[in-house]
């Protein structure tokens, strides 16, 4: 049972556009959600997290959305740039201590010039 | 500062075969989790260790094991070697701050062939 979806495989935007990926969780004892962006080579690095207290976080071009009632997160990125075509992986986990990480199956970014 | 260190980059094992990996993680961590990544998904849970204990386990057979030793530095093991555990191996290191979260920090992970 996949407990954290990513349903789009990919998506191609255009520079200076916003992109938007999104994300659905089942599990309810998740609190803490995080995107992980992957280049190929590379392993995944942190790009934001959310709390489950919050519904919104903003860093620089990058804001995450987390809808509590329909286990649903989005990262919104504004304005997109070529540099940010990579993997992007959606993440859940719960504040007991534990760090283990569940993630999503991914959505590869493509950001055309 | 040394981000988390993976090794080797990359091997070739036939089935049957065992292998080792071994990580480093970033300097001040204390907690090494791994995790396996398929082709096409993400990645996945196989345990994590603290205090050279193994502290919590992923949906893995016990053909997946490892260690942590006192620098913090861990492997994984794989005996038995399967076509499907051809996959790239992901360790993460962390600071163990007991009941709130701490970020991960990935390594470039193993990419593992078994033939």
């Known amino acids: 049972d996949q407990q954290v979806k990513q349903n789009s495989p990919s998506l191609s935007v255009q520079e200076g556009r916003i992109s938007i990926l999104n994300c659905d969780y089942t599990?309810?004892?998740?609190?803490?959600f995080l995107w992980y962006k992957k280049y190929p080579a590379e392993g995944p690095t942190f790009l934001i997290s959310?709390?489950?207290?919050?519904d919104k976080n903003e860093d620089g071009r990058f804001t995450v959305f987390l809808n509590k009632s329909a286990k649903h997160l989005s990262l919104h990125i504004v304005p997109s740039q070529p540099g940010d075509s990579a993997v992007y992986f959606c993440?859940?986990?719960?504040?007991?201590?534990?760090?283990?990480?569940?993630f999503g199956k991914g959505t590869k970014l493509t950001v055309n010039p | 500062d040394a981000g988390v260190t993976q090794s080797p980059t990359h091997l070739i094992k036939t089935r049957g075969q065992q292998v080792t990996l071994r990580c480093s993680p970033k300097?001040?961590?204390?907690?090494v989790s791994w995790y396996q990544q398929a082709l096409g998904q993400g990645p996945q849970f196989i345990f994590q260790?603290?205090?050279?204990?193994?502290?919590q386990r992923g949906n893995f057979p016990d053909r997946f094991s490892g260690h942590q030793f006192p620098n913090y530095s861990s492997e994984l093991n794989v005996n038995a070697l399967l076509l499907g555990d051809s996959a790239l191996y992901l360790c993460?290191?962390?600071?163990?701050?007991?009941?709130?979260?701490?970020?991960?920090?990935f390594g470039p992970g193993t990419r593992l062939t078994v033939l």
């Open positions: 993460a290191s962390s600071f163990w701050a007991g009941s709130s979260y701490n970020e991960q920090f």
């Open positions: 599990n309810s004892m998740f609190d803490y």
């Open positions: 959310i709390s489950s207290i919050k």
């Open positions: 993440a859940a986990t719960s504040q007991g201590g534990s760090e283990k990480l569940v």
């Open positions: 300097s001040g961590h204390d907690t």
């Open positions: 260790y603290y205090e050279e204990e193994e502290r």
